[in-house]
């Protein structure tokens, strides 16, 4: 580690000596599961603003009137498609298949695209006919918590992006490993979220 | 990446730590997938027709698909057990769990009865 330049090996080694195997990567797996639980109290937060603001429609739309199911259909099957396209990803990598392990997570980032299109649209056509977050309490509940969710999973899409490019130029060496590891907790996390937005915003919604 | 001998040791380790941390085999995660794809269609099927005619059986069924879902995914997608990273990632898991149902169930509880006192109409409810 005296010197300057970059040796992931050295770097893990090192790292190894510090910390017991069973800590994993040097505690950045479990730190970065941390994260995800707070993010988890975010999202905690936003069900329950959109829990207690869910019908106070002040004469606007009720769910029934806005939610098209098919829409949210297709985009669950899409989300759920790229899970286990990143699972794919991750079995690739742990072969050391290089190009497999990118084509995979091509293919995930297509499918996160498509994913937040159809929201995109979904919000497009619900502002075009007057059901914008200024419309009522519920709509501004409805559009922060799905809109905050829509924003982590173009992160993630991003995040795929940066981790093409760096695959590209040094390969499936130990950290970039970590980092897709990292990503691939996000990305399953996101589709965790999904299925409470699924259930508790659409489908109970439009039962109301 | 230099000598083959030089990264052979941190590859073990890589692979050691893959298995402390229980990344899925294949048939792991297709098997979570089948299984998460059942749970989707099951609930948006019950909405979508209605079937049931009982609204409170729909909402029980459709929300207790939905924990399992969570489950499902937490277990073959985000590979928690007990004994990824000592047990620490499902420890955290569990405090978050409790954390978000006071959460949510607390502020629903509170804003519900707040919101019932507020009503000038039912006096019944003070």
Same mark, same amino acid.
């Given at each position: 580690?005296? =010197?300057? =330049?970059y040796?992931?090996?050295?770097? *893990?080694?090192?790292?190894?000596?510090?910390h017991?195997?069973? *800590?994993?990567?040097?505690?950045?797996?479990?730190? /970065?599961?941390? @994260?995800?639980?707070?993010?988890?109290?975010?999202?905690? =937060?936003?069900?329950?603003?959109?829990g207690?603001?869910?019908?106070? @429609?002040?004469? +606007?739309?009720?769910? %029934?009137?806005?939610?098209?199911?098919?829409?949210?259909?297709v985009?669950?099957?899409?989300?759920?498609?790229?899970?286990?396209?990143?699972?794919?990803?991750?079995?690739?990598?742990?072969?050391? %298949?290089?190009?497999?392990? %990118?084509?995979?997570l091509?293919?995930?980032?297509?499918?996160?695209?498509? /994913?937040?299109?159809?929201?995109? @649209?979904?919000?497009?056509?619900?502002?075009?006919?007057?059901?914008?977050p200024?419309?009522?309490?519920?709509?501004?509940?409805?559009?922060?918590l799905?809109?905050?969710?829509?924003?982590?999973?173009?992160?993630?899409i991003?995040?795929?992006?940066?981790?093409?490019?760096?695959? +590209?130029? %040094?390969?499936? *060496?130990?950290?970039?490993?970590?980092?897709?590891?990292?990503?691939?907790? /996000?990305?399953?996390?996101?589709?965790?979220?999904?299925?409470?937005?699924?259930? /508790?915003? @659409?489908?109970?919604?439009?039962?109301? | 990446?230099?000598?083959?001998?030089? $990264?052979?040791?941190?590859?073990?380790?890589? $692979?050691?730590?893959?298995?402390?941390?229980?990344?899925?085999?294949?048939? #792991?995660?297709?098997?979570?997938?089948?299984?998460?794809?059942?749970?989707?269609?099951?609930?948006?099927?019950?909405?979508?027709?209605?079937?049931?005619?009982?609204?409170?059986?729909?909402?029980?069924?459709?929300?207790?698909?939905?924990?399992?879902?969570?489950?499902?995914?937490?277990?073959?997608?985000?590979?928690?057990?007990?004994?990824?990273?000592?047990g620490?990632?499902?420890m955290?898991?569990?405090?978050?769990?409790?954390?978000?149902?006071?959460?949510?169930?607390?502020?629903?509880?509170?804003?519900?009865?707040?919101?019932?006192?507020?009503?000038?109409?039912?006096? #019944?409810?003070?």
């Amino acid at each position: 580690m005296s =010197t300057a =330049t970059y040796d992931p090996d050295t770097f *893990h080694l090192a790292e190894a000596e510090d910390h017991d195997h069973a *800590h994993g990567m040097g505690g950045t797996l479990l730190g /970065f599961w941390i @994260y995800l639980m707070s993010d988890a109290l975010i999202f905690a =937060t936003l069900f329950a603003v959109y829990g207690v603001l869910s019908t106070s @429609y002040a004469g +606007g739309p009720a769910p %029934r009137d806005i939610f098209e199911l098919p829409l949210v259909a297709v985009n669950t099957a899409i989300l759920l498609v790229s899970s286990i396209t990143y699972g794919f990803a991750m079995l690739a990598m742990e072969g050391s %298949r290089l190009n497999a392990t %990118r084509g995979w997570l091509v293919v995930t980032a297509l499918c996160g695209i498509g /994913f937040v299109s159809v929201e995109m @649209y979904e919000f497009a056509s619900l502002v075009a006919e007057g059901a914008g977050p200024t419309r009522s309490a519920f709509l501004s509940g409805f559009f922060a918590l799905v809109g905050t969710h829509g924003l982590h999973v173009t992160i993630g899409i991003v995040w795929i992006g940066v981790m093409l490019v760096q695959l +590209g130029q %040094r390969g499936l *060496h130990v950290e970039n490993r970590k980092r897709l590891q990292c990503l691939s907790m /996000f990305w399953h996390f996101l589709d965790v979220i999904w299925i409470g937005v699924f259930t /508790f915003v @659409y489908l109970l919604g439009v039962m109301r | 990446m230099s000598a083959p001998s030089t $990264h052979a040791a941190p590859d073990d380790a890589v $692979h050691s730590h893959g298995d402390t941390h229980g990344h899925g085999s294949r048939r #792991g995660y297709l098997i979570g997938f089948g299984l998460s794809a059942i749970l989707t269609a099951i609930p948006f099927w019950l909405v979508m027709t209605g079937v049931l005619q009982n609204r409170q059986a729909t909402v029980l069924i459709v929300v207790g698909l939905a924990i399992v879902q969570i489950l499902v995914h937490t277990v073959a997608f985000l590979h928690v057990n007990t004994k990824a990273e000592n047990g620490w990632t499902l420890m955290a898991m569990v405090f978050t769990g409790v954390l978000v149902a006071i959460t949510i169930c607390g502020s629903l509880w509170i804003m519900y009865h707040l919101n019932g006192n507020m009503m000038p109409m039912d006096a #019944g409810a003070m």
